[in-house]
Structure formats: C-alpha cells, structure tokens
C-alpha cells in the first residue's frame, strides 16, 4: 500500500484520478497539492498540514501547473538529497516528444499520458497497480539513507 | 718660210678647233649631268611620298585595332577587323594608282590582308584568304621584322615575285615594309606596300636626251634600266654583274660622293662620253644613273663649226701666204703673240690680238679677229638653239605623262569625275559618272548640268559655280542629282575650280560620290535607335556623350538634343562620378559586351538632380574615330519598387503562414484539455448513472461522446499536420527498402486481415528523415489497402531515377478515384467515401503532401474508377555524386 501525493491544479483531473485510484488496493492514501509551491513545502515538512507526517511512497505531477511549472518542481524534487529518492510519475495532457524526452531527463521514473477519456482511466488504474503495487519494490517511508 | 706660215695658221687653226671642241663636249655634258641630276631627284620624290604615306598607315586607327587583336591572339581571319583593313587598304590602292599591292603579313610570314591591282585589271581586288602567301622566306619581310617602332624598310629595285616565281610580265617594284607594333614590344605584324616603278622607269627611258643612251644600275651590278631590256635585273635572272662587264672602267662606287662625268671605253672598245649621277634612296642604297653617248657622235655635231673653221682658215692660208714672203721677219712677233692669244682661245677671256700691228700683220690680226667673232657667234647662236631645243622636248614629255597619268586616275577613279564650264555646259564625263547617273559620256558631255540636277535645286548650281569662281573648294557638299532612269541619288560632291596659265577659274570640277545607300542605312539606324525604349547613349573615347536618344533624354529630364556634348560624368550621381573614369578607361582597355557594376546598384542623376535606379549594359562600338561605348540604360524605378513590394509581401505571407502554424499547434494542443473532459465525465455519467436514465438520455449521452471522440480525433490530427512543418528536421540519406520494411511490420495486422500482397523491387536512397518518410509510405500502403475492392489487394512499389531525383510509384488495384477529385484528396478532413464504408479522419494523404513538400519534392497521383491507383512522389536522390567524378567520366 503506497501513499500518494498528487500535484495537479485541475480539479476535474483531481476527480477523475481520484475515482480511478481510490478504490483500487495498492493505494494507502492520497494526497492533493495544486500548485508547485505547495507540493514542496509539503514534502520539507515547512508548511505542515493534515497527513504530512507521513512521506508519500510515489509523487503524480502535472506539468501544467500554475506558479512553479511541473517541470520545475521536478527538479527541484530530483536535486533534494531526501526527496530524490522518491519515484517521481509525470502526468501530463502533452504527448509532445520534447516534454517525453525532458522529463525522464529531469528524474522522472515514468510519464503518462492522461487518458482521452474515462475507460482510458480505468486501464491506466490497473497498469498502475499491476506495476507500482506489485512488481516494483519501493522504499520504506522513514528510513533515511545514512 | 711658207711651210712656216701654212704650219703656223694650220697649228694655230688646230688648236683652236680643239679647244671649241673640248669646250662644247663640256657644255653638252654639262647639260645632260644636270638632267640626270633633276631625273635623280624625280625618282627620289617619287618612292619618299610612298615612305611618308607607308609611316601614315601603320599609325592609322584601322591598323591600331589589329594591332589589338594580334596583341589578344584572336585569329584575325574573317575578323571585322580585318575587313576595315581590307577596306582601307583598298581605297589606298583606289586612290594610288603607283600602288600595286597593299599587304599586312603577321609575325610568322603569313599574309593576313591583301589587296592589289592585278595585271590587266583596272580596279584593284581584295585578295581572298584562300589566296594569301607565305612570305617569311623574303628578305622584306625579315628585315621589317627586325626594325624598331616607327622605321621602314626599303627594298633594292626589282621585279615583282608571286608564289615565289617572277610575274609576267615583267614588273619593277620597290617594297616599303614597316613592322606594327600597337602596345607590344616587339612586332605584331608587318605593313607592306608594293610601289610600281615602271611609271617612273619608264619616264627616264623615255625623257632621256636625244642620241643619249640612259642606264640606271644598282650597287650590286646589275642593270634596271639599259636599252637592251633583256640585260636588265641580271641577278634575279641568273646573269649577275652585268653592268662590270659591259663597262669594266665604270667603277661609280669610288665616285659615290663626286658626279661622274667622263669619257670612257666600253667593253666593246667604242669610245663613249658618260654623265652620271647617284640617286640615293630611303633605306639607305643608291643607284647610278647614267647617259652615254659615243663621242664620234658627239664630235659629228661639230660638223658645220669645222666645215666654217677649214673654210676661213684656207682663206687666211691663202692671204697669209702672200704676205708672208713679203713681210715673214715683221711678222714673226705679232705671230707669236697671236699663237698665245689663240691658245688660250677657249679659256673665253679677252683676246689679245696686235690688231693695232701695222700693215700685214695687223690685217692679218684683225681678219683673224673677226674670224674668230664669227665663230664665237655662231657657236653660241648654235649652243643655245640645242638648249632651247632640249628644253622644250623635256617640257612636252613631262607635261604627256602627267597628262596620261592624270586621264587614267580619272577614267579609273570610282568616284563620278565631270567638268563644267562657268556656263553649267558638261565637258568632260568619266566612266563612273556614267555609271552613277546612266548617261554615257556622249549624251552628256555638251549637255546643260541640269540634265542631272533635279528642278527644284537648279538655283544650287549657280551657287556652286559662284563659289568656286571665287576660288573656294567645295567639299563634302551634301545634296540630291536625278539619273537617266528618274532615280533620285544622295551624292556628296567635291567642287573645285579649272584655272588657266593666267590663274583664272576658266570651268569647274565635280567629284561625285553616291551616299543614297548610307542616307538610307543613317536613316534606319536613326529611326530604331529613337524607337527604342530603352535609353541608348553612345560615348567617345574621351567621355563625352556622341549620341543620346529620346528615351535616354526623356529618362534624364533633358531638352531633346541637350545630351550630346555632355560629359557622361554628368548622368552619375555623388560619390560615383569621382570613380567613373577610372573605370572607363579600365573598360576602354578590355572592351566586352558586359553588364555595368555587376551586383552594385546604380543610380542616374536627372537634370533636375533627382537620381533614379537604373541598369547599364556596355557594347564597345569600334569606329574610325576610335573606339566608343555603346551604353543601354534602363530605368528601374517600377522593377525596384515591385521588388520591394514582393519582399513585403512574401515576409508578411511567411509571417502569416509561421502565425497559422503556431495557431493550429497551440489551437489543437489546448482543446485537447477540455475535450478529454467532456469525453471522460460523458463517459462516467454513462458508466455510473446509467441505471438512473431513461433510453433517450442514454442515447445523447453516447451521441455526446461520440462527436467528443470524432474532435479528439481531428484535434490530435491537426497536431500531427501541424507538427510535420512546426518541428526541426535534418535531411539525410534513408535507406527507403528499410521504411518499407518497417512499415509492413507495422501493418502486418492489416496486411493478415485483408490477404494483401506487397511486392517490391530495389528501392533507392533518398533525402528525408525515417519518420516522415514511414509516415508517408504507411499512409499510402494503408490506403492502398484500405480503399480495395472485389479482388485480393495487390500493391507494388517501385523506384524510377529522374535526374537527381527519385520518383516512387506505390500501385494498388484498388477502387480507384474519379480524376474530378484527385486534388481534393489531398486537402484536410476531404472524404470521397461515407464513414461507414471506409473509416478515418481524412488527414493522412494531407500530411502526406505535406510531408512530400517539406522534402522538397511533390506528389501526384494516377487513377480512373475501377481501375487502382498509382500514388507518385518525387524526392532527392539520397546519393550526391561528387561533380569531380563526373568530369571523369566524361574523360573516359
């Protein structure tokens, strides 16, 4: 089970991942910031808020976002020496070659292309558990590399 | 004591005879020495005119301009050049009639322009080249070549030689060669003129004083002139050294400096008298003119004064006698005084007789001494009726052959010759008279001017007459005459008076010559060089303006006529004028057809000091006034400005199509986002609360997603067009056999599911990057499949070469398209078909012509309904062959 943190300004995508996530079983939580900015004070602990005391095991970013682009906030997750560790999905309206080839560039472990419509949503759900909840093992929250 | 006084008298008579005899041999030589002094100088003037008029040619403008030519090594056979030459030298030959040949021979020997008289023809003839010699071998030519700038080489006196063989009949001819050097260092060619000697041969031989032989012999022994004409030319006829021969003791070279003046044997043992002069010549040889004449003859004409002299002196013998046995002492003194005073009888000075002596001796002297004024007298009487005499055959002789000489230049003379008297009657008409005006020398000569002179100019003839009445010489008188046939001829006349001995204008000269053709071709040019829209000036060689047209004027706000004169510097605006003679006379000195100012834009400056843009091509025009620019102006002000418009408006239309671009990336791009919404949310409504909603809103719910799902379609559609030009691309060599390839795996499904056959043959490389060039080949392999019919699809794709280009043909046997529409399927979302018969958005052949297109290539297709379809594209081919290679292979 994995806490989530998703970064994503679009409250009608909130609702559609949110519809396709919640119910499925490798999802523990998730967590919604809407803006970059955000998003960072959360991770560092500087801002804290309901829940933030637990680090989320996977981070969903939108590269379209308002203030600090997607793309920004990548890299500054990529050179934190804590942060970086944490696997990084980029989710993104784009299917532009550029933004592919940018965001594996900056760290990210996986880029998505949101789906076109709801059935899209669905299959991505299952992908999503088929590999993030079962086949990829991922570090336990908490224990800090020495 | 009478055999003394018959001894003295016969002495004192013999002496007497002698002296008178010495005395008038002298004076007769003396005569003939100075008639082969005045027949030296004749021959001089005759061949210096030739040297000083040869020095004239060389420097002529038409020589100068083949100088320039050899200079270049242009072949000057058939050349313009060669032709003015040949003209020139032509009108030489015209105009010359001691002129034989006229020739210009090039560096190597050979004749490259000749003209001459050739024997039994009037008129001299342009040498055609097939006919043109090789003259290296002669010594002219040789020494010519070896002379400075500016020198002439003369040759010795003898008989003209053609093809190497003496001409018959036999002609005496001097050559005057200079070499042509123009701007080269040494000699680019050799000038030669043939001057025929027999006019001023023959004068000698027939001027020479009566009873005297003349001869005329050159330095090295042989004779030119001798009676005997087969003695003369010894050496160029294989017998040298005639003249040593003949006459042994005639050695004239000692006496160079001196006049000969002798009496001598000949080799025959006659006694000859012999007055000699030396003729020397340009280039340096002499000659040696000479008259003989046997002294027997010259004493025969002494034969009277001897008959006179035996005569008185019998007479005196036989008084003497008588006296003298009376008085032989008283005598014997005054005797010998009178011996003295009789020698020296001849030396003219004053007789010292005793004619005071008393009685005998004093009759004696006194008879003797009016003896002696009878023979003086009649001596001189004698002496002067001989001068007299010689003076007025000479005089006869010269004034026939300057009058032959004068008929034959008139009767030969290509221009119209006519005489008039003050009254306007015709006196004289030569042959080409005849010829211009058609009236032969009968029907015209006699006649009234006017027979020729058209009604209305009638007042000119007596204005022509007045004027040269007046002592003027009309030239280049431009006007009109009628011929026999009515027709109307341009002529330019040169009007000039006939004085008499007294110097009075006592009938004119005309001179004619027919300009019609040149008034006409004047006419013409005139005509289309003012016609011409274009601005013509033509400039001399010195800048200024010769010529200008209307256009040109009009061009450069100029009052017509105002141009001519004008420095060209005037037309050229600011900080080009200071340059421009520079480069004028850089032209002058390379003169080509050319575009002036290649790449630099040029402006011309209008009278009013406003410029305008304008382009300038220069003609070198070559002329007898040297060498002009021909200069074509044209005013680019409308060309500029459309230039500049089209850049405008090819910039804007980028812009635009750059801006349409970005709007159809940005346009599709952004839509996606609430298109994916209404899409996913139609999609959960349906999914979620479908047991919620009645049959019809189940119904628009899927009509919603549907047209939802048709607009993502097109939107991610758009993307893709847009993207083919919106993205950077890099041309390189792609190996099309590896595209297919990838393209039937790609297709492999659709390939399993329709049982469709591809076949190949070996495909080329072409220019393009491997994911246009696979979306392109998928596109048409996928609607060659797609649009099939009845039958198994069967498609081939094949490659043929064009150039450097390939052309890639993809041949279905499909369904075909009606040719209506084969342009309408290349346009965005155009479908021939209903969706329900065959699927897509109708974008794939839209991105392929775009794709095509980016490449540089283009796109077409050939098909009939029923019957397939063949899709052709053309592209680069993707193998530059390096040009060196094929230079290469044309050596082979």
New interface residues.
Partial sequence: MIDILLVED?P?DVE?IR?CLENSRFVASIQVRENGGEALSFLTGEQPVAGAEVQPGLIMLDLNLPGLNGRQVLEELKSDVLLKRIPVIVLS??D?EQDVADSYELGASSYIV????????ATLARALEDFWGRVVKLPVPGHEPV | MGALVVFSIAALGLLTYRSLENRLIDDNLRQVQSKAGSAATVISEYTAYCARDLDARVNSLVMQDIAVLLAEGRDPLGSPEIADVERSLLSQLNSKPEYLQFRLIDSRGMEIARCERVSGETLPVITPAAKLQDKSARPYFQQAMKLARGQIEVSRIDLNVEHGVIEEPRVPVMRFSAPLYGEASSPLAVVVINLDMRPVLNELRSSSPPDWQVYLASEDGDFLLHPDGEREYGSQLGAPGLMRSEFPTLDWQQAKREELNLHLSRADGEKLVVAAHVVGLNGGRSYCLFYTMPEARLLASLAPVRRTFLLTGLLCILVALGAALLLARSIARPLEKMTLAVRSFGNSTALDLPLDASGETGVLARAFSNMLAHLGMRTTELQAEIRERRMAEELAARQASQMSRFHALVESSNDAILTKDLEGTITSWNPAAERLYGYSPQEAIGHHISLIVPPERLAEVHEIIQRVRSGEILDSYETQRICSDGTILDVNLTASGIRNAGGEVTAVSIIARDITERKFTEGLFRLVVEASPSGIVLVDSSGNIELANAAAENMFAYQPGNMRGLSVEELIPGEMRYGHSGFRRAYQSKPERRDMGAGRDLYGLRRDGSEFPIEIGLNPVRTSRGLFILALVIDITERKRSQLDMAAKNAALERSNRDLEQFAYIASHDLREPLRMVSSYTELLEERYAAQLDDKAGKYIHYARDGAKRMQQMVADLLSFSRVTSTEIELEPVDLNLVLKQCMHDLRGKLDESGAVITTGDLPLVQGTENLLHQVMQNLLSNAIKFRGEAVPRVHVSAVQDGNNWVISVQDNGIGIDPQYHERIFQMFQRLHGRDSYEGSGIGLAITRKIIERLGGSIWLESLPGQGSRFLFKVQSGIHKPAKLEVEVEHD
């Fill in positions: 679009n009608a559609l519809e309206s784009s532009a949101k789906p076109a419509d709801f059935s899209g949503y």
